[in-house]
């Protein structure tokens, strides 16, 4: 470490190379996975806005409280993620594949925990996010179908994720591309009743979702069974048979990631609470702008993943200035493709906004206000994220990156929100700025930790 801090590393030529190489591959898959998930997820909400306001309120208020549970699935595979890469780096495929086994026992745990939370306190959850009956009958009947289909999605991420790190992505994300249009599809027929089909309005987007993530699934496995040369491709036995000392130490690295992505999911969760005291308006815009604004940013979680695919490799063949490194570039790419998503956010808001015609017109101007500031707060957002998710967690440094996300989320997320707009009753797009305060502050934060070094850890290969 000292000798890190005395030189100055620089890449070879087919270092930079392999890095490039390796970062397009990883990058533009995930960067389609995303664009298809929240494409769909824009589908669902025009699909559902056709409806009125009140059925895209109880959606997006469902859609809340199902985030709680992705908070555990994402945050733990993000931390194991570590571990995986670093093994992938060091030739060690069978510890990927125990990698594997770890995040499908963990998202068949989550899925069952949501499937019984939905049925025993749906009317009490919804009720966190708004008070009114007709909202709240709309996202219980909407969750108590869905929730089947996150039990099917989060075990298709387990290998979607572990497929990240190998680097065979094409297959998968073929699967993922032709449910896109079927979901859409059957969006179409289940929510208005065409071709023949009943009509379910927004529960029809539920019981499409479940039935095209139960498809997915299933062609996911049977593409791992049918292919041998897969390096994820193992038997049953083999994927399970680590010791406890090998589920301890990932699971110590993965779980601060649990806790930081659970607790980013509550705060957002009470933060998009916060917004609903303002009206079932503000509910929906906030829906709208949070699907526009991820699909303008989805080059960033492909940067992400890829960042920390790469860095974790490095590291697991032992070389951490190379890790150090790409990570660099990884932040000097985040910091263009910022100026980038901004434009192309503000650019675009115009021509979103005028898709929601059974807005009031009200609601649409706010949602071109509210779209305005969130191309500003991207910037923030998406660097920390690259950071924290690309850079630290590769590390292994999870402690660090809930210590950073401690301070802004919990220390400021939901205080900002209630300032905003109890104390000071301002507009929706006011309030969403005044709370981008805590990406600022986190921004600042995880700058000064990746320039420290202090984020590299490198793991054990054998475990008994």
């Not at 572990?162 to 249009?181: D, E, P, Y």
């Not at 498809?215 to 593409?223: G, H, N, P, Q």
């Not at 981008?436 to 202090?454: A, G, H, P, Y």
């Amino acid at each position: 470490m000292n000798s890190m801090k005395e030189t100055h590393y620089t890449l070879t030529v087919d270092q930079k190379s392999d890095f490039y190489k390796k970062m397009i591959t990883i990058a533009i898959p995930v960067i389609i996975q995303n664009i298809i998930s929240i494409g769909l997820g824009m589908a669902d909400t025009m699909m559902v806005g056709k409806l009125g306001e009140d059925q895209l309120a109880g959606v997006g208020a469902a859609n809340q409280l199902m985030w709680l549970s992705w908070g555990v699935i994402f945050g733990y595979f993000s931390g194991a993620v570590a571990h995986a890469s670093q093994y992938w780096g060091a030739g060690n495929v069978h510890r990927v594949r125990n990698v594997l086994g770890l995040d499908l026992a963990v998202g068949l745990t989550a899925g069952a925990f949501t499937i019984v939370c939905t049925y025993l306190f749906g009317p009490q959850l919804v009720w966190l996010f708004s008070r009114d009956p007709v909202v709240i009958g709309y996202g219980v009947d909407y969750m108590r179908i869905v929730c089947f289909g996150q039990m099917f999605s989060f075990l298709t991420f387990a290998f979607t994720y572990n497929c990240r790190v190998v680097q065979r992505l094409r297959v998968i994300t073929s699967i993922n591309c032709a449910v896109l249009f079927l979901n859409i599809f059957l969006n179409y027929c289940f929510i208005f009743g065409n071709f023949g089909f009943p009509r379910f309005e927004a529960s029809g987007a539920a019981i499409a979702t479940t039935i095209c993530r139960a498809l997915e699934l299933m062609a996911v496995i049977i593409y791992m069974v049918a292919s041998k040369k897969h390096p994820l491709h193992c038997s049953p036995r083999e994927m399970f048979d680590f010791h406890k000392d090998f589920a301890r130490e990932v699971t110590k690295t993965a779980f601060p990631v649990v806790i930081t992505e659970v607790m980013f999911s509550v705060l957002g969760s009470a933060t998009f609470a916060i917004y609903g005291i303002l009206g079932s308006a503000e509910l929906a815009v906030v829906q709208v702008a949070e699907v526009v604004a991820n699909m303008a940013q989805v080059i960033f979680f492909g940067l992400g993943n890829a960042a920390a695919v790469t860095i974790g490799g490095a590291l697991g063949q032992n070389d951490p200035d190379r890790a150090v490194e790409y990570g660099r570039i990884s932040f000097k790419l985040s910091l263009i493709l910022c100026a980038i998503t901004c434009a192309v956010i503000f650019m675009i808001t115009r021509p979103i906004s005028g898709l929601y015609t059974d807005f009031e017109p009200s609601t649409i101007e706010l949602l071109v206000k509210t779209l305005w500031v969130w191309s500003i707060i991207t910037i923030p957002k998406m660097i920390n994220y690259v950071i924290i998710c690309g850079i630290l967690r590769a590390g292994g440094d999870t402690i660090f990156s809930l210590k950073i996300d401690l301070v802004g989320n919990l220390g400021m997320q939901v205080p900002l929100a209630l300032l905003a707009v109890l104390v000071f009753k301002w507009p929706l797009y006011f309030c969403i700025l005044f709370v981008s305060i805590n990406d600022v502050v986190k921004c600042f934060m995880s700058i000064t930790r990746m320039l420290s070094k202090k984020w590299i850890n490198i793991y054990r290969q054998d475990y008994m």
